[in-house]
């Protein structure tokens, strides 16, 4: 290290070009929160989707959600809005048939004949009996209901369907066209309904707006708060300015790394400068610290008596004082980051590669450069700092060390306090609940929620699932049985699972045809008894099933895989659900019903976006695990090696165990959930508390060198606290204020996380 340091032009000039090579790479960082990014290409519930969205098509979708305020939605004026937003969204390039109460298709014939039109003719134009034809053909199909007309008529929902697949649903252009049709739809109806958003695309581009809100906000806040509290502890905004420079360009490092890789800003990377800035100041801070108070402890002389000679040769000797200190501090927040590598929520992983190298960028510049600056600015006299307050300062260093000497010598009270505190712990961290919502992710008064919340309550939910029926042959699934027990299935979860909004699919269009052929409203059924349709034998009755598809003759690729000879056909699932344990409760009443009732021969799959999030939500809580543990092996065997002392490494572990279960008791006693934000605060927690452990040890060990313990036990301990006290205080509550801004942030989660770790 003195040999680097002898040469501070050249490293000053590496660190500038290392620095401009990364801030080229930054206009190229781009946001990316596509839900199925949170699971690896292998994830069972991601491979099934795509399946479904091959087979069937695209399952996205936007709901925009129309109340009036006053009257209902058949006024001729406010239809006639209906029909230009439909026009409107229908040009742009990512949007495929907007179904609404004007472009919706009704099936109607007679005995001989299918025809599959408009609800409304093209030459609508709201007259009083075309608008009591409407509503009569609503009310004859139960496919429209808390579809596309709620039950009080006071609200509509246009459904937007998309072109674009899950995997390219947060393209930067396609992200932009979802913003553009919900702020379409505000413009079209300002001052005559209430407009609801949502849907899965919709979140995601909601989602990159507070991003971008959060970190044009967040940064400047963070780096505002971590300012004014270090000038408090040293007095000089030069060394303040100083002590940060090695984060400030360790985020742009880090940052700028990521376009490198292909790695694109989610939702959990976009605090990462916040965390760098937050963790990563306390490098600098100690050495800037110690630059200040170790040659007046020696010599009692001011820096402005030294030559530019004897100022460097004090600096290299500061140095290999402090770096082996700050190199383990770093080395085991590192580490800590760096446990997020072995999770499978990929977002997560990618926050564990970035923040690990920032850390370690940080700990490489505050080594290098800082001291590097203060040698090529020479020797300065410190009487800037005395004349604000050093006095009042080193007052205030006593009794912060006359405190903690004067509790700590209560060994027996600290110890059973301590008892008792994790036994109410453990307590806690059982109320704990696992639950990934992306729609939680936002404060509650958000226009995402309130949308999402309306289209629960009015319709049938935004949160889909997909059943889908297989079999080997056509006959196989049209016959009887295969679609009878499919109709039931949809009649039981419409009926009897709460958490269900709406299940419509192929089943609705055979009895829609059945019942229009018929010509009798008793016969909106499916197929089943053979003597009611003129067949001895129920297996024929596939016949009539396959002759209603060659009437239909149109396109059901929406719930078939083949218009005519299908082989796997789809319901659509609408659930009003918002926490995952709700959602899985529903999956698993259609398993239980399909494993009891559906024929050995025909394979029922459920998939969908609802079955991502919940696959996410399972590897949330195994990421926790793994991280935390590699987290807490990793940190002991590295104290434990690096002072030779197993005791070190389990004095090192043990604040931290207490401290993970006092932050999993909060979460339990507040109801904060475990989700892909707080399941972070284990690993990210531990990684910041082992810094002030390793600095209290370093100032043990140097005492113990310096034969302090003769003066006694309060006399020797009081003197760490002298010494390292006020480091760790500055360290701690700039740190802890730093992730208290995140209470600020758009994201609740983020706020959580914020809270949890500056407690």
Request: proline content about 4%; hydrophobic content about 50%; glycine content about 6%.
């Amino acid at each position: 290290m003195k040999q680097i340091l002898r040469h501070p032009r050249a490293i000053i000039a590496v660190t500038a070009g290392i620095t401009l090579f990364f801030l080229a790479q930054l206009p190229r960082v781009r946001l990316d929160n596509n839900n199925l990014r949170f699971v690896p290409q292998d994830d069972h519930a991601r491979i099934t989707s795509a399946w479904i969205e091959e087979t069937f098509g695209s399952s996205l979708f936007v709901l925009v959600g129309l109340e009036r305020t006053s009257g209902t939605v058949f006024e001729p004026a406010f239809l006639e809005r209906i029909r230009d937003y439909t026009m409107r969204v229908e040009e742009m390039a990512v949007v495929g048939d907007v179904n609404s109460l004007m472009t919706t298709d009704y099936i109607t014939g007679d005995s001989d004949t299918i025809l599959v039109e408009g609800l409304v003719p093209e030459d609508f134009t709201g007259t009083p009996g075309e608008i009591a034809e409407m509503k009569r053909r609503l009310s004859s199909w139960d496919m429209y209901r808390r579809t596309l007309i709620s039950d009080d008529f006071t609200a509509t929902q246009i459904y937007v369907p998309l072109t674009v697949t899950a995997e390219n649903m947060s393209d930067p252009e396609v992200a932009a066209s979802y913003l553009q049709i919900r702020d379409s739809a505000r413009q079209m109806w300002d001052g005559v309904a209430d407009v609801y958003v949502t849907g899965m695309p919709v979140i995601s581009g909601t989602i990159n707006e507070a991003m971008h809100a959060d970190l044009r906000f967040l940064v400047p806040l963070v780096i505002l708060v971590v300012l004014l509290i270090e000038y408090v502890s040293l007095r000089s905004m030069t060394f303040v300015l100083l002590s940060l420079v090695a984060v400030f360009l360790a985020v742009i490092w880090a940052v700028g790394a990521m376009p490198l890789f292909g790695i694109k800003l989610s939702i959990i990377s976009t605090v990462l400068p916040v965390i760098l800035i937050a963790v990563g100041n306390s490098y600098g801070l100690h050495v800037i610290i110690h630059y200040m108070e170790d040659y007046k402890e020696e010599t009692g002389r001011d820096f402005v008596s030294m030559s530019r000679s004897e100022h460097t040769q004090y600096i290299l000797r500061m140095m290999e004082n402090v770096t082996a200190p700050i190199f383990l501090a770093a080395t085991t927040t590192a580490v800590s980051f760096f446990s997020f590598c072995f999770t499978t929520v990929i977002p997560v992983r990618e926050f564990g590669y970035f923040s690990g190298f920032g850390v370690l960028a940080t700990l490489v510049i505050a080594v290098t450069l800082t001291p590097a600056i203060l040698i090529l600015r020479g020797p300065r006299s410190l009487r800037v700092r005395k004349q604000t307050g050093t006095n009042d300062s080193r007052g205030a260093t006593r009794k912060i060390a006359g405190v903690f000497t004067a509790v700590v010598l209560h060994k027996r009270t600290v110890l059973g306090i301590t008892a008792g505190i994790t036994l109410l712990a453990l307590w806690g961290t059982s109320k704990v609940v696992s639950d990934n919502v992306f729609m939680e992710y936002f404060r509650p008064d958000t226009d995402i929620v309130r949308s999402d919340e309306f289209i629960r309550r009015k319709f049938a939910g935004s949160k889909t699932l997909s059943i889908v029926a297989r079999a080997d042959t056509p006959d196989a699934l049209l016959r009887p049985a295969s679609l009878g027990a499919l109709d039931r299935l949809e009649t039981y979860l419409n009926s009897d699972v709460p958490e269900v909004g709406k299940v419509m699919g192929f089943t609705d269009l055979v009895k829609r045809v059945n019942q229009v052929f018929s010509d009798d409203p008793s016969y909106y059924e499916i197929p089943l008894d053979p003597i009611r349709y003129g067949f001895e034998f129920a297996d024929d009755l596939w016949l009539v099933v396959s002759n209603y598809l060659m009437l239909l003759s149109g396109d059901i690729g929406e719930y078939a895989n083949d218009a005519l000879e299908p082989t796997a056909i789809k319901l659509s699932v609408q659930l009003r659900t918002t926490g995952q344990r709700d959602t899985i409760r529903a999956v698993a009443e259609i398993r239980n019903f399909a494993a009891v009732n559906f024929p050995p021969d025909i394979e029922v799959i459920v998939g969908g976006t609802a079955l991502v999030e919940a696959s996410t939500n399972d590897r949330v809580v195994q990421s926790l695990w793994s991280s935390m543990i590699i987290a807490l092996v990793s940190l002991f065997m590295i104290v434990t090696v690096c002072n030779r002392s197993a005791a070190a490494g389990i004095i090192a572990v043990l604040p931290l165990c207490v401290l993970i279960l006092v932050n999993f008791a909060v979460m339990g006693f507040a109801g904060i959930k475990l989700n892909i934000g707080t399941a972070m605060i284990a690993s990210v927690s531990m990684g910041i508390g082992i810094d002030y452990t390793i600095h209290y040890l370093e100032a043990y060990k140097r005492e113990v060198r310096q034969k302090a313990a003769s003066q006694g036990t309060a006399g020797f301990l009081r003197r760490i606290y002298l010494t390292s006290g006020i480091a760790i205080i500055t360290d701690a509550v700039s740190t802890g204020a730093g992730f208290g801004v995140l209470l600020f942030s758009h994201f609740t989660m983020l706020a959580d996380l914020g809270l949890l770790i500056a407690l």
